[in-house]
T-cell receptor
């Protein structure tokens, strides 16, 4: 599996957009970018995934650079409930396994 | 309407004991998983089952034995518990063709004393 690099921690003011970066310079052509988050004392939660194109759902937007070597997860209006560890994972879309790294700890503040 | 549930939520036991953790999903998924999250918060896959068949076994000690009585259940039995087994165990499920979109349970915190 391709490795990812994420900042250890980030802060964001409530109501502002949270932009979480992820580097995956060794990503293969068949590998997707997945984002999960884990709120304290809960199980991980799937957020979004993409291959090449930018993606948006009710939770977030995913921006993938044209060379696919990095991506950004955007929470458009962060709330206190978005405080969590965010994991960026690259994995083939076919049957495989999710390998979680250390993620980015996002702290949303008033 | 819990999607993935686990019991118990907390489990405290002594070394050498045998214990089980149960997992059930009501999402109609055909693939289920067990993950272990240690004290340093690293989350690692242990097993995955598809239609009751073992697919992934990530070099987990054979003291750990998953059992899948049907597609909706994947239980984890642990024999001869050791201190190092203390962790939070998460169950998850997905559809096989959407393997990486997994739904996780709330976790079971196992403490071995």
């Amino acid at each position: 599996d391709a490795k990812t690099t994420q900042p250890t921690s980030m802060d964001c003011a409530e109501g502002r957009a949270a932009n979480l970066p992820c580097n995956h310079s060794t990503i293969s052509g068949n590998e997707y970018v997945y984002w999960y988050r884990q709120i304290h004392s809960q199980g991980p939660q799937y957020i979004i995934h993409g291959l090449k194109n930018n993606e948006t759902n009710e939770m977030a937007s995913l921006i993938i650079t044209e060379d696919r070597k990095s991506s950004t997860l955007i929470l458009p209006h962060a709330t206190l409930r978005d405080t969590a560890v965010y994991y960026c994972i690259v994995s083939p879309g076919t049957a495989s396994k999710l390998t979680f790294g250390t993620g980015t700890r996002l702290q949303v503040t008033l | 309407d819990t999607a993935v549930s686990q019991t118990p939520k907390y489990l405290v036991t002594q070394m050498g004991n045998d214990k089980s953790i149960k997992c059930e999903q009501n999402l109609g998924h055909d693939t289920m998983y067990w993950y272990k999250q240690d004290s340093k918060k690293f989350l690692k896959i242990m097993f995955s089952y598809n239609n009751k068949e073992l697919i992934i076994n990530e070099t987990v000690p054979n003291r750990f034995s998953p059992k899948s009585p049907d597609k909706a259940h994947l239980n984890l039995h642990i024999n001869s518990l050791e201190l190092g087994d203390s962790a939070v165990y998460f169950c998850a499920s997905s559809q096989w063709d959407r393997f990486n979109e997994q739904y996780f349970g709330p976790g079971t915190r196992l403490t071995v004393t």
